[in-house]
């Protein structure tokens, strides 16, 4: 069983940064892909980004060129850089894992708590 704990968050003016952490426990974290998704009030979960095993990374179009994820698997920990944030990604910003698999799919996990971002204008 894993356990994810997200930290990092907190209210930032729009065009700022902040940095997510997620430390993990409980698995063997680099066997893993993890990832970020973030939901914001009355609306659905979303994507943001994922690191898999091998350090090929994805994002969602709106994060390209800002946001930037990394993974230390010597500490367990996933950290999403977020740079130039606005005010509409203001929201509870999730981490997750899933076995990383050479398909790439599968269903995650594993999620933390959340972290509340709030980009004020």
């Known amino acids: 069983q894993v356990q994810l704990v997200e930290s990092g968050g907190g209210l930032v003016q729009a065009g700022g940064s902040l940095t997510l952490s997620c430390a993990a426990s409980?698995?063997?974290?680099?066997?893993?892909?993890m990832a970020w998704f973030r939901q914001a009030p009355g609306k659905e979960r979303e994507f943001v980004a994922r690191?898999?095993?091998?350090?090929?990374?994805y994002y969602r179009d709106s994060v390209k060129g800002r946001f930037t994820i990394s993974r230390d698997n010597a500490k367990n920990t996933v950290y999403l850089q977020m740079n130039s944030l606005k005010p509409e990604e203001t929201a509870v910003y999730y981490c997750a894992a899933r076995l990383d698999i050479p398909t790439d799919t599968g269903t995650y996990e594993y999620w933390g708590q959340g972290t509340q971002v709030t980009v004020s204008s």
């Open positions: 690191i898999r095993r091998n350090s090929i990374i």
């Open positions: 409980g698995g063997t974290f680099s066997s893993y892909t």
